[in-house]
Every structure is written in structure tokens, then in C-alpha cells.
């Protein structure tokens, strides 16, 4: 079952950046690029560093730990670089007007 949610406004996520966001007992990440947003597991899956504090890689599409530089497809979730294991639950995020949703699917 999937559930959209208004996690914020479009605007509250600067261009290049992110934000960590605890929502129904989900910690996760908003990367914004340009007009495209991204939203995977906000812990990392090998010591569970925050990646909020780690840097994104837009050219490559990869949000990175600043902890040991592991790195995961902001796309997929998928683990890319090592330490980085095991994938991040993404979810589809979108700008619908004014308002950035996330579907949750259960
Ligand atoms: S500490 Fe988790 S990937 Fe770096």
C-alpha cells in the first residue's frame, strides 16, 4: 500500500542541498538537485553515521558518509562505494506544486 505524504514545501530544501526529516518513525533524507528530489534511509547501513552530515556527489548521483566515505545511488538506495553493504530504502519523492511529497509503501 502506498501513502503520500507532504513532507514540506519545495523551497525548504535548498538546490544542492539535503535535509533530514523524522516522519511516522522513519528517518530519511531529501537531496534536492536542480528540480529533481531524492529521498532514501537517512542512517547509514554499515555504523548508522547520519548522512545529513555527509556531502552529495551530483555528478554521480551519490549522497556519501563523511564518516568513512561510503556511498549509496541516491536513486536506487544501492550501495556504490565500500564500506557502504547494504542498500538504503529509497522512496519516490516529488515536487507537486508548492508541496514536496514522499510515498511510503508498506
Ligand atoms: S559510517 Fe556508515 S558508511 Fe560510513
Given at each position: 500500500m502506498d501513502t503520500d505524504v507532504t513532507l514540506?514545501?519545495?523551497e525548504?530544501?535548498?538546490?544542492?542541498?539535503?535535509?533530514h526529516f523524522e516522519?511516522?518513525?522513519?528517518?530519511?533524507l531529501v537531496v534536492r538537485l536542480a528540480d529533481r528530489f531524492f529521498c532514501v534511509?537517512?542512517?547509514?547501513?554499515?555504523?548508522?553515521?547520519?548522512?545529513q552530515d555527509g556531502r552529495v556527489d551530483p555528478d554521480n548521483?551519490?549522497?556519501i558518509c563523511k564518516d568513512?566515505?561510503?556511498s549509496w545511488d541516491l536513486?536506487?538506495?544501492q550501495p556504490r562505494d565500500?564500506?557502504?553493504?547494504?542498500p538504503l530504502t529509497s522512496y519516490r519523492a516529488e515536487a507537486v506544486g508548492d508541496d514536496l511529497i514522499v510515498t511510503f509503501t508498506y
Amino acid at each position: 500500500m502506498d501513502t503520500d505524504v507532504t513532507l514540506c514545501k519545495v523551497e525548504d530544501v535548498p538546490d544542492g542541498g539535503m535535509k533530514h526529516f523524522e516522519i511516522m518513525g522513519y528517518d530519511i533524507l531529501v537531496v534536492r538537485l536542480a528540480d529533481r528530489f531524492f529521498c532514501v534511509d537517512a542512517a547509514c547501513t554499515y555504523k548508522w553515521a547520519m548522512l545529513q552530515d555527509g556531502r552529495v556527489d551530483p555528478d554521480n548521483l551519490l549522497v556519501i558518509c563523511k564518516d568513512c566515505n561510503g556511498s549509496w545511488d541516491l536513486e536506487t538506495g544501492q550501495p556504490r562505494d565500500a564500506p557502504a553493504k547494504f542498500p538504503l530504502t529509497s522512496y519516490r519523492a516529488e515536487a507537486v506544486g508548492d508541496d514536496l511529497i514522499v510515498t511510503f509503501t508498506y
